[in-house]
Structure formats: C-alpha cells, structure tokens
C-alpha cells in the first residue's frame, strides 16, 4: 500500500511557509523612500487617452499625513503652455483619478514622521519625447584632392 504522507507533508511545509513569509512580503510593500512614492504615485496614474485629450505635462502639489491619506487639498501648480482648457480638465481628472486610486499610502513609521505636512511636487509627463536630430557630419567626411 503506496503512503500519502509525502503530499501531506509537502502541503504542511508549504502551508508554513507561506505563512512565515507573510509579514516580510507586507513589509516590502511599505514604502520607506520618497523614490517610492514618486514611483507608486505614477504607477497609479494612466492618462486619458489620446482620443481624449492631447499629450501634455501637469504637476500636482500634495501633501501627506503620517497614514499616507492626502492632506488637505491637491494643487496643480504647472500644466502645458499649448494644452486647450478641454485637455486641461482632461489631464486634472486623470491626476486627481491618480490620487485616489492610491491613497492612502503605505508608508513605513520612519518615512510618515518625515514627510507629515510636507508638500510634494508630482510631475505627470506624458509628451511623446521628439526624436534626436541626426548628426551632420559634413565636416568629417575625408576630402578626396
């Protein structure tokens, strides 16, 4: 007769394991960095499309709380020169979208004492970059005499 112990046994420590590493994967998702919360407040952020709206720059000045909640109200305080007030609206919806989706923050005890009260500039870039002028290296092709 075959021992079905080893599926068992192997289901346990699985069982275990996952347990025990439980506390270390919700640590690792705190933030401890303000590099980390640059990067998990863009990672929320998905600009309307371009059927929408055109691409275009906004920054938003936000503050936190030791929680990670928004404190007080969000500001934009830079937006493109050439976007129209439609894109405007467009664009703020989709940051302020942004800003709920995300919060509140996680952040670690040390990082939430620091950054308390403390305003936050968050650039949102989505301009397509233009492509790199090609070289002219007319001065550098050899002369034949």
């Avoid at 990067?39 to 499309?49: A, F, I, T």
Wanted: charged share 25%; with cysteine; net charge positive.
């Amino acid at each position: 007769m075959k021992r079905r112990s080893k599926p068992v046994l192997w289901f346990a420590a699985l069982l275990l394991l996952s347990a025990w590493l439980a506390p270390v994967r919700a640590e690792a998702q705190q933030l401890d960095t303000i590099r980390d919360v640059l990067v998990r407040l863009l990672g929320c952020w998905k600009p309307p499309p371009l059927s929408q709206a055109n691409p275009m720059d906004i920054t938003v000045l936000v503050s936190f709380n030791r929680d990670g909640s928004i404190l007080g109200r969000p500001r934009i305080t830079h937006e493109s020169e050439q976007a129209s007030d439609h894109d405007r609206l467009q664009y703020r919806l989709a940051v302020m979208q942004a800003l709920q989706r995300c919060t509140p923050l996680p952040f670690t005890e040390a990082l939430g004492g620091a950054i308390a009260g403390r305003p936050f500039a968050v650039p949102f870039r989505t301009r397509k970059s233009t492509p790199k002028p090609t070289e002219r290296r007319a001065w550098l092709t050899p002369k034949i005499l």
